[in-house]
């Protein structure tokens, strides 16, 4: 009898392990099967892409010879390139300008807005905003036409008192007319990120501050930004790196900034012009990589300076 039932509670526990294998079966096909696609499209058009461009990075190309395997020689001629090394120095200067002046704009204007409760409040955001919503390409077609000598306005309204209209299409001033054009770009995108992590405040917080004494610049100073360091440190990292990668506004103003702007002006426009004008792949795709090279280190720099308690760099 006792040799039976236990017979019977081993084919009962026998039975309850393969129907719990398979209900974890089905929730891993599961998993897969809504996990698949993108998987797909991740591994082929951003895995793929990148591991073609590193192995073409590997060779070189001669008239005479052909494709030859070079290991890490266009690594190392890319990082001895004037031409690489000027822009990439461009960019670093170009972000320790223009990084700051965006985030202090984006969270003055933040700060504005959560502090003043209008009817014009949900209007002021929306127009400040609106930048980020208009193409890059028309963007700087439009501060083209803006800065331009030839037929842009600035002309005619610095000629209604007799001065003479900045050129900033010249090479002392493009640097400042560039700024100008990424922070009007994308100053708003930034400051609906901190104005939502101003929204995410106890306002208990703010009665606790009033009732201690505090005005609103304290508030503002003490309480507000401290509260939102986290989304101001993702702001800089995201600003960092989309800045390191400047290509799009200057590619399109070097048609009106001719003999200013280079096509070697930024280290993407040089791999741009290394593939796509001389056809040399293989140089472009080293730069490329360099390039991210460059980000990564300046990023994890960043990182590891304002590193704080439970950071995953610590």
Known sequence: MTLLTEKTEQRTE????????????????????FVGPFGIVFLAFLIAPLAYALYLSLFQKKLIGGTSFVLLDNYAKAFTDPSFLSG????????????????????????????????????????IFLPYAIPTVIGAVMWGFLYSKSFGPLTDVFGLFGAAAPDFFSSDLIFYGLVNVVTWQWAGYYMIIIYAALQGIDPALYEAARMDGAGRWQIALRVKIPLITPA??????FSLIGTLQFFNE??????????????????NMYAYQQA???ANFNYGSAISFALGGVVFVCVYAFLFLTRKRRSFLR
């Open 276 to 278: 796509f004008k001389l």
């Open 14 to 33: 026998d039975t309850t392990h393969k129907a719990h294998g398979k209900a974890r079966l089905r929730e891993h096909l599961m998993g897969w099967l």
């Open 250 to 267: 200057p590619q399109i103003l070097r048609y009106l900034a001719a003999g200013t702007i280079g096509p070697d002006f930024t280290p």
């Open 232 to 237: 101001l440190l993702l702001i800089l990292v």
């Open 88 to 127: 990439a120095w461009f960019v670093i200067r170009f972000s320790l300008v223009a990084i700051p002046v965006q985030i202090l704009v984006a969270l003055a204007t933040a700060l504005i807005l959560d502090a003043v409760t209008t009817l014009f409040t949900r209007f002021s955001r929306l127009m």
